[in-house]
């Protein structure tokens, strides 16, 4: 199995390593800066070519790229300034003909068109918010754009503003430009940061202030929150904040930056949550992980390594990553 790590250039991380997971230890395979702060990843459908979302060479200057992906390691395809400020997520449409970006330090979201080779043309939307704010004046002193992503079997496009305590939904036209719809409101101060379907009626959403996990349906008019839960253990009061999410048939999962955690919370046959069990990780802020088996590929910012774990947290092998903050599996 092959696996795309992303990191902070800014912590000593490669940008995009190539990573191949085989007999329970890792091989690094290539790496390539031509993306500083390499900090989400998608990959094609279509073919072996990943998109990533990330600075130039300056550091400074978001980009997006695209790179053919092989065993020999990373060809870069194309790269394009984002015309926004941190890009921080990114997804393709169901055709893979536009590519959206989240860009967490001005709240907007840009667009951008696809050629079948997978190259990236230049940015022909900027949707930017500017909306009331939530009342972490510390955290939400203006919009946040943290994730898009598409809503199963529709051209509708869902972000998560964490600065605003909304998810927000656009029409995408035939044209991919964006149009928006309307918002969701979420729970004052929880900031939303990503979400995950289940279903086309269903999704659970992240609270990455309050450090919590809530789901919300659609009852054919409108979309209400049906539960809001903790991802943290009752009596816990250090500091702490939510991050990524994952879920397979009969889980979520959420980590736990603070408390260096996986938070699994079973769900029953409708989808609701029962409270969770905690999985203790054997490094400091697990920013992104995926699932394994039974096990966990952890991405471990603050200790600079990529980790894999069994089901009882027990590490299994690591590879020192400084700055490690996306993990993307590829096939095998």
């Known amino acids: 199995m092959k696996i795309i790590a992303g ?5 000593g991380g490669p940008g995009l390593a190539l990573l191949r997971w085989q007999a329970n230890g890792f091989e690094v395979l290539d790496t390539t800066d031509a993306v500083k702060e390499a900090i989400w990843a998608e990959k094609s459908k279509k073919a072996p ?35 926004g400020v941190e890009s921080c997520h990114l997804c393709l449409d169901e055709e893979e003909k536009f590519l959206y970006t989240a860009n967490y330090g001005d709240g907007s979201v840009s ?18 918010r500017n909306t009331p704010l939530g ?30 305590d909304q998810v927000v939904i656009f029409r995408v036209g035939e044209d991919g430009m964006l149009t928006e719809k309307t918002a969701i409101a979420c729970l004052p101060g929880s900031g939303p940061r990503h979400l995950s379907f289940d279903g086309p009626n269903a ?9 919590s996990l809530s789901r919300y349906a659609y009852d054919g008019r409108a979309w ?8 943290l253990p009752v009596g816990y009061e250090k500091p702490n904040t939510a991050a990524a999410i994952r879920q397979d048939g009969q889980h979520v999962y959420v980590s736990n930056r603070g408390h260096d955690s996986i938070a699994v919370f079973a769900k029953d046959g409708e989808g609701k949550l029962k409270p969770p069990y905690f999985i203790r990780t054997p490094g400091a802020c697990p920013r992104d992980f995926q699932l394994l088996g039974a096990g966990f590929f952890l991405a471990h910012q603050q200790s600079g390594t990529v980790t894999c774990i069994n089901e009882n947290g027990v ?18």
């Open 7 to 11: 990191s902070y250039t800014s912590m």
């Open 49 to 83: 070519v990943i998109f990533a979302a990330g600075a130039q060479e300056d550091g400074i200057h978001t980009c997006v790229a695209s790179f053919a992906v092989s065993d020999d390691g990373f060809t870069l395809l194309s790269r394009q300034e984002s015309d």
């Open 111 to 128: 667009v951008f068109p696809v050629g079948e080779d997978g190259k990236i043309g230049s940015c022909m939307q900027q949707m930017q």
């Open 135 to 164: 009342p972490r004046a510390d955290r939400q002193e203006r919009n946040h754009a943290h994730q898009v992503c598409f809503r199963p079997g529709t051209k509708e496009l869902f972000l998560c503003d964490l600065g605003a």
């Open 203 to 211: 999704f659970y959403l992240v609270g990455e202030l309050d450090t």
């Open 224 to 231: 209400q929150c049906v539960q809001h839960i903790s991802a």
């Open 315 to 332: 590490p299994v092998a690591q590879v020192y990553l400084p700055g490690a903050v996306s993990l993307l599996l590829m096939d095998p």
